[in-house]
């Protein structure tokens, strides 16, 4: 008797599903940056990161704002630009800048920061109040395992 050969469904992935709700959240919060503020979407996540963890150096606000290396840079230089952040010389690497917001930047930062938290009200509010603290305690696990993770490790292969 041969054993079944057919792979699972792709949507039956967890994965996947997390991958599908995590653009299906991103292009409504891209929408609404750009209704509200005319920010896309990376530099809507760039300025919340700044906001909240500033200094930041640029390699530093990727790692935050969850972006690569250059797309964090390209959203950095369109909020210097609009002058909402200010990038400095780093006094700890010659060749580096530090990123802080300027003063007409931190009213946009904590209008962002609501809607970001209107976002979360709005995605999670089909959950009960428990179901959100188990999804956050579980998200923290999955998180912190990927973190201990070396870079570039992927599991064997049978």
């Given at each position: 008797m041969a054993a079944d050969t057919t792979p699972p469904a792709l949507q039956d992935f967890l994965t996947w599903r997390l991958h599908r709700l995590a653009k299906l959240t991103d292009r409504q919060s891209s929408d609404a940056y750009t209704q509200v503020f005319a920010l896309g979407v990376g530099e809507a996540r760039c300025l919340a990161?700044?906001?909240?963890?500033a200094p930041l150096s640029v390699k530093d606000l990727a790692a935050q704002a969850n972006l690569d290396k250059a797309q964090a840079s390209r959203a950095a230089q369109m909020l210097v630009d609009r002058e909402l952040v200010l990038k400095?010389?780093?006094?700890?690497?010659?060749?580096?800048?530090?990123?802080?917001l300027t003063r007409s930047g931190?009213?946009?930062w904590k209008r962002v920061m609501r809607l970001i938290e209107q976002?979360?009200?709005d995605i999670f509010g089909c959950l009960t109040k428990a179901e959100q603290r188990q999804l956050e305690a579980v998200f923290d696990r999955l998180i912190a395992h990927?973190?201990?993770r070396p870079q570039g490790s992927s599991p064997a292969t049978p």
């Open positions: 990161a700044i906001g909240q963890f400095s010389a780093s006094e700890t690497d010659a060749r580096g800048v530090v990123l802080t931190r009213p946009l976002r979360n009200a990927a973190d201990a």
